[in-house]
């Protein structure tokens, strides 16, 4: 994807501007799926119910079925997540350059892309991106600075491949913020890129409002973390591949 190609060869070129991977990374996606619904917008949304031509039995079979399929899909996701956050952070895991950078425009795309769904289906005010932003980069930056003690590095003995394990409270964080935002949505906001505009459980707007707002907050802190982590995974990395840094051999 070329927008991965530039952010990357930025990234290599500029390593004291770490910064600029999730500032570049969230105005791409945001900018590509503006683009993406303003052309390609299917008028669901403006579909009056009461006008379908469906008897009811079949309109609450087929509302049932498309809920418990976003239940079954969206349980799949959080233990993947689950596991595969929690499994690295105490075992450990090999790490390369690029997979640390195709891991972070990963989970950025991710939680763009759930963020874009709250504003243009749920219908936050987009001044609220203010915070949301505000609250992604301070945290991020945080875990940047205070995640160096949180995680240890060491290399194969055969292969010399660089290995990490740590930070498994950050790990944990984002499979919460992730995964309660994912299930507030099924049980209560609904939307998340399909027809229905509710959830499981029906709530007033104002309440779905500001239910996706918390949630998007604390998506937002999660994300911010992870992210934040990575970049100092990163930088550790390039320092022990240059021979900056010495580390153990296991």
Same mark, same amino acid.
């Given at each position: ?6 952010? !990357? ?19 791409t ?32 079979? *087929?509302?049932?079925?498309m809920? %418990? ?22 075992? +450990? ?9 195709i ?5 950025l795309?991710?939680?763009?892309i759930?963020i ?14 203010i ?19 949180? %995680? *240890? ?23 919460? +913020?992730?995964?309660? !935002? ?10 998340l890129?399909?027809? *229905? ?25 999660s994300?911010?973390?992870?992210? +934040? %982590? ?21």
């Amino acid at each position: 994807m070329w927008c991965i190609r530039i952010i !990357r060869n930025w990234y290599g070129a500029h390593v004291e501007n770490l910064m600029l991977i999730p500032i570049l990374t969230i105005a791409t996606i945001f900018i590509i799926l503006s683009t993406i619904q303003s052309i390609h917008a299917f008028p669901i949304n403006n579909i009056d119910s009461t006008k379908l031509q469906l008897p009811n039995p079949q309109k609450s079979i *087929s509302l049932n079925e498309m809920n %418990i399929g976003k239940i079954i899909l969206y349980s799949i996701v959080i233990i993947i997540l689950v596991v595969t956050r929690l499994k690295w952070a105490k075992h +450990g895991r090999k790490v390369t350059r690029k997979k640390i950078i195709i891991e972070s425009i990963f989970f950025l795309a991710i939680g763009s892309i759930v963020i874009f769904d709250s504003f243009y289906n749920v219908g936050i005010p987009i001044l609220y991106l203010i915070p949301y932003l505000v609250v992604f980069f301070g945290l991020q930056h945080y875990s940047f600075l205070h995640s160096n003690s949180f %995680i *240890s590095f060491w290399a194969d003995s055969k292969t010399k491949s660089i290995y990490v394990k740590g930070g498994t409270h950050i790990h944990l964080a984002y499979v919460i +913020g992730t995964a309660s !935002r994912i299930i507030i949505s099924v049980l209560f906001i609904g939307s998340l890129f399909t027809p *229905s505009r509710h959830g499981v459980i029906y709530i007033d707007n104002s309440t779905q409002v500001l239910a996706t707002v918390v949630f998007d907050l604390l998506l937002m802190i999660s994300l911010g973390l992870l992210v +934040g %982590i990575n970049r100092r995974i990163l930088i550790r990395y390039n320092l022990i591949n240059t021979g900056k840094e010495k580390i153990s051999e296991k």
